[in-house]
């Protein structure tokens, strides 16, 4: 994703297709949004709200923005890991994140349970989905990062979202 601080909304033209509404919240709206089911975020948009959470205001992620831009970024893809009761996305720096290609585009899979997984890991950098192998539903998730930003970045903290049990 992109970063364009502006001090007015410019004006936005839905797709129909992809984008059928565009609403402007701030990171703590949107989230309250997400909770009471009056929209929805897939795990990118989520951990990207997460993410803009760590700023006070518009002014201090612009200067976070200006002051980080010269370390360079990072382009990564989550893998996902289905598990029988639900479906992780694992991130660079996760101690499962495989650097392998092959499953950016093919999902890996196990017999074990979601809470099972987490329960033997310690350096965690996910998205957890509880209960779905639906990418429609995403009502009941968490983020868990137990590593360190690469280039000054700062990572989303910890949230869970719904009911999750971890």
């Not at 909770?35 to 992620?61: T, V």
């Not at 360079?72 to 639900?86: F, K, S, V």
Request: one cysteine or more; a negative charge.
């Amino acid at each position: 994703f992109s970063l364009c601080c502006l001090k007015e909304p410019p004006p936005v033209f839905p797709d129909l297709v992809e984008v059928v509404d565009c609403q402007w919240s701030s990171p703590s709206e949107a989230i309250e949004r997400l909770i009471s089911k009056e929209i929805l975020l897939a795990p990118p948009q989520f951990y990207e709200i997460r993410r803009l959470g760590n700023f006070a205001s518009l002014s201090d992620l612009h200067k976070f923005s200006l002051d980080r831009e010269s370390e360079g970024t990072e382009r990564w893809m989550p893998i996902i890991l289905l598990t029988a009761d639900g479906m992780i996305h694992l991130l660079p720096g996760d101690e499962m994140y495989l650097e392998d290609s092959n499953f950016l585009e093919n999902c890996m899979s196990t017999e074990k349970k979601t809470e099972e997984i987490m329960n033997e890991g310690k350096k965690f950098h996910r998205i957890v989905l509880y209960n779905s192998h639906n990418y429609g539903d995403y009502t009941d998730y968490s983020i868990h990062v137990t590593v360190l930003p690469k280039y000054k970045h700062v990572y989303p903290k910890s949230c869970v979202v719904g009911k999750s049990r971890l």
